[in-house]
Each structure stands twice: as C-alpha cells, then as structure tokens.
C-alpha cells in the first residue's frame, strides 16, 4: 500500500468541531499528514484526539465558538501554543431540527443560525490578523449543499451565508498570501452522535420530517448514496493544501453529483 503524502509537514492547523463527524475525521488527517493539530470543540470529547495514534501533535482545546470570546479564545491559545496559524478549518454546524418552515419557532431560526454561520464567521475574524501578519494562511469553511433542501430553511440559510463569507472574503484578501475557499457536503454516512445536537427526542411527525431530508438528499445525488466521512475529509485536505495554491474564493460541492 502506497505510504501517505505529508503536505502539512511544520504547519500548524486549527480544526474546529473537531471532537466528531467531519472536523474529527480532518483533525487526525492533517495530523497524519505531518500538521500540529490545535482540536477545538465545546464538548471534552475533543481530548480523546490527544491520545489518537498520529505521527504528529494533536492538542485538544475546548471553547464555545458561537461566541466570539470562544472563538479569539482557540485561536490564541494555539498561537501561544504553536507560535502562528496556517490552517484554519471550521466545521462547526448541523441542522438542529427538521421541519417545514413554518412550524419552526423564533428562538429555533436564531438557534439554527448561531450554531451553523456564527462559530465560521467569528473564527474567521479571530484567526485573519494572524494570517495577515504572517503574509500566508488557508481558512477552509464547510458549508453545506442543503443551501437547496427541504426541512431546514434557517440551516440553508446559515450555510448560505457561509458561502457568503467564503467568496467575500477571498476577495477582500486577494493578494495577501490568505486563501479563503470552502467545501459543501452532501449526506454523510457517519457513526451516531455522542453528543446530540438536539437534546429533545424526536416525535413521530418530526421522524417522518426528517425521513423527507434523507429522501430528497439521495434523490438529488447523482450517484444515489450518502458519502463518507473520508470523501469528504479528502477534499478539505486538499484546498488546505499547497497543491491548491491557485484557488480561492471557490465552495466545491461534495455530494455525489448534488450541486446544492
């Protein structure tokens, strides 16, 4: 079996909501890769990285990212700790409920939109200054290609405005040695949550609300099938990775074919 490339050798890379799914899945990735790895995620799950086989550091730091505070936090503590960040990719979201639109209440739109675009936005802004004074950075967002779904409008709209964020910024940094570029999943087949981003269990007719995610998800995708936690893992390595050195500004969907 061919050995891994090591792209990441001597970088430093903060991986928000690292401690499941997606982010932890990148976070031991990069650290294969030869990348430090600051794991950031509010849950203590994320300390179970520290101790994950890895040719490289991993350091786990727990922060709340829906803040700002949380968010300047991380990427101080892994600047103390690593001296610079180079990679930032921010993970952090999911959608809470599935429901038709107008059954969902007012404190579940702003839950839903505090959960999936502020944790991407304020790590944006925490990490840039860093960027920008050492000339060089990559932040890599992950959004979503349910930016078109059925279900989940206030998540659409979240991962709508981390498409924003994305384009937006890659211009104002153009020329800066920053890169800004994103990936836009598709269903990921992924092991059940320990942690539950919906701590109510569901009901019946939210069962049947969110069986219709899942259907439109599969249908919308040309090959017919969820994804993987490694097929989406693969393409954020990648647009962090110098081999990606001429692209930014770009959201690549990753969804079999589904183009959001």
């Known amino acids: 079996m061919p050995s891994r490339p090591q792209r990441f050798p001597g970088r430093?890379?903060?991986?928000?909501?690292?401690?499941?799914?997606?982010?932890?899945?990148?976070?031991?990735a990069l650290a294969a890769e030869g990348a430090t790895v600051i794991a950031v995620d509010r849950s203590p799950l994320v300390k179970e990285l520290v101790d994950a086989p890895s040719p490289a550091q991993v350091f786990a730091h727990e922060a709340d990212l829906e803040s700002f505070d949380g968010a300047c936090g991380a990427i101080d503590a892994a600047v103390e700790h690593a001296g610079r960040v180079d990679i930032l990719v921010n993970t952090v979201g999911g959608t809470i409920w599935a429901k038709p639109f107008h059954r969902y209440e007012e404190l579940e739109i702003r839950a839903e939109i505090t959960r999936s675009l502020f944790p991407t936005l304020w790590c944006a802004r925490a990490v840039l200054p860093h960027m920008l004074q050492q000339d060089a950075g990559v932040i890599v967002n992950v959004s979503s290609i349910a930016t078109r779904s059925v279900?989940?409008?206030?998540?659409?709209?979240?991962?709508?405005?981390?498409?924003?964020?994305?384009?937006?910024?890659?211009?104002e940094t153009a020329g800066t040695g920053v890169r800004v570029v994103a990936t836009a999943p598709g269903g990921t087949e992924a092991p059940p949550r320990r942690i539950p981003r919906n701590v109510q269990e569901q009901t019946p007719e939210e069962a049947v609300w969110y069986e219709e995610i899942v259907e439109q998800t599969v249908s919308s995708t040309l090959?017919?099938?969820?994804?993987?936690?490694?097929?989406?893992?693969?393409?954020?390595?990648?647009?962090?990775?110098?081999?990606?050195?001429?692209?930014?500004?770009?959201?690549?969907?990753?969804?079999?074919?589904?183009?959001?």
Do not use: C, H, W
């Not at 430093?12 to 031991?28: D, E, H, S, W, Y």
């Not at 409008?153 to 211009?171: C, D, E, F, R």
């Open 151 to 171: 279900n989940r409008v206030p998540y659409a709209a979240a991962k709508g405005g981390v498409n924003a964020i994305t384009a937006s910024l890659a211009m």
């Open 12 to 28: 430093v890379a903060v991986v928000t909501g690292a401690a499941q799914g997606i982010g932890r899945g990148v976070a031991l």
């Open 223 to 260: 090959m017919g099938r969820y994804g993987t936690i490694e097929e989406q893992v693969a393409p954020i390595l990648f647009l962090a990775s110098d081999d990606a050195s001429y692209i930014t500004g770009t959201t690549l969907p990753v969804g079999g074919g589904d183009l959001g």
